[in-house]
């Protein structure tokens, strides 16, 4: 069972690029959710989609852009990279909101 | 939103029981404990969580006092593996939809 894939796992980008960070889970879930992590901090939210064609910003969702595009993938789309959004990011899923979120291993984002 | 208190960081014996506290005086009624964890560079993972009543699973017990405004984790047989930072979190509604905020966390280091 792989769970939550996430891909790429490791990405440079020069400030200016765009990016799209791609997750994809194999559990049926309806919600997922993309955080980012950085050092010695807890999880923010970035952006959830609670169930398929709906999605919601979190806590810090400036910057970025989401799209839901099947049941399954769940994107987070950086269009103008700057060196604050350098950072660990992390996407989830659960069965639906009020289930527990299974994470995927995360994508390391440096922004120069 | 509730906020959590947790201690920065812990040590246990390994083969001892970890206890790790977590204070979360403002939770409301309907708020779920949730404990998660992250070990180094990977995905946070779910241990478990608990509404009033004490929980437990095949990874750890959940002890929720009467008033609900502490909980503790119970790791009953640390091991070397369990070494990781642990999230105590309260579960957030909004707009339906719920969200994990996760704070800095406990630093559990299990020595040999």
């Known amino acids: 069972n792989a769970g939550v894939t996430q891909t790429p796992k490791f990405q440079v980008l020069k400030t200016g690029q765009s990016m799209t960070l791609q997750c994809a889970q194999d559990?049926?879930?309806?919600?997922m959710y993309w955080y980012r992590q950085d050092p010695g901090m807890g999880l923010r939210l970035i952006y959830y989609?609670?169930?398929?064609?709906?999605?919601d910003k979190g806590e810090v969702p400036n910057g970025y852009n989401v799209s839901r595009l099947n049941k399954r993938e769940f994107s987070l789309r950086l269009e103008s990279a700057a060196p604050s959004q350098t950072s660990v990011y992390f996407c989830a899923s659960s069965e639906t909101v009020t289930q527990p979120q299974h994470f995927g291993d995360g994508t390391r984002l440096s922004i120069l | 939103d509730a906020k959590t208190t947790q201690p920065p960081s812990m040590d246990c014996a390994e083969g001892r029981a970890a206890n790790l506290p977590c204070n979360h005086s403002?939770?409301?009624?309907?708020?779920?404990v949730y404990w998660y964890r992250q070990i180094h560079s990977q995905g946070p993972q779910y241990i478990i969580h608990g509404l009033k009543n004490n929980e437990t699973n095949e990874m750890a017990s959940l002890i929720i006092t009467e008033d609900r405004k502490s909980s503790t984790l119970i790791l009953p047989h640390a091991t070397l593996r369990d070494t990781a930072v642990y999230y105590c979190?309260?579960?957030?509604?909004?707009?339906?939809?719920?969200?994990?905020?996760f704070g800095q966390g406990t630093r559990l280091t299990i020595n040999p």
């Open positions: 979190i309260v579960r957030v509604g909004i707009q339906g939809a719920q969200k994990l905020v």
């Open positions: 559990m049926n879930h309806n919600s």
């Open positions: 989609s609670a169930s398929e064609g709906t999605t």
């Open positions: 403002t939770i409301s009624g309907n708020e779920y």
